[in-house]
């Protein structure tokens, strides 16, 4: 039982991790979207955005994953409605991910087309995943 409460804190610190990457990186593509090309501001956004998403967001999500589908076996939890529910929105939640990885690389080669309102609104999606997340692991409602 003890293996499984360490399993089981690693994946929520993992979890707040990636939910804070997720969460920072389209508001630093809100303010990367408003500087000029070449500026020396939109050069440090990409630095800023390549280092949050490879040091952070990438490994965050993949311990996750990895300690998320160890717990899921241990709990025998595909078994369940609400793990179905959970399951479906991340990967939704994992489709964002590679939906901002695509948006840190057209910003590198400095082929952004997207305004600023794009990103505030992509910005939104992971919170209300998250919510749909807490709510089928706390509440359970099927």
């Known amino acids: 039982m003890d293996l499984f409460l360490w399993i089981k804190a690693l994946h ?9 990457g997720m969460l920072y990186l ?6 990367h979207a408003a500087t000029e ?17 490879k040091a952070i967001i990438n490994p ?7 300690f998320g589908l160890w717990l899921a076996w241990e709990l025998q939890a595909w078994q369940d409605g609400w793990f179905h ?9 994992s489709g964002v991910h ?11 080669r400095d082929e952004n ?11 939104e999606v992971p919170t209300v995943l998250m919510i749909g997340i ?7 409602p099927f």
């Open 12 to 20: 929520v610190i993992s979890i707040i991790a990636w939910m804070a």
């Open 37 to 53: 090309i070449g500026s020396e501001q939109s050069e440090t956004f990409k630095i800023m955005e390549r280092r949050l998403l």
């Open 134 to 140: 807490v709510i089928f692991v706390i509440v359970k």
């Open 60 to 66: 965050a999500m993949i311990a996750s994953w990895g």
């Open 113 to 123: 087309k997207r305004p600023q309102r794009y990103y505030r609104i992509l910005n």
């Open 85 to 93: 529910a959970k399951f479906t929105f991340v990967l939704i939640m």
């Open 26 to 31: 389209p508001r630093l593509f809100v303010y």
């Open 98 to 108: 590679g939906h901002l990885s695509s948006c840190v690389k057209k910003f590198a």
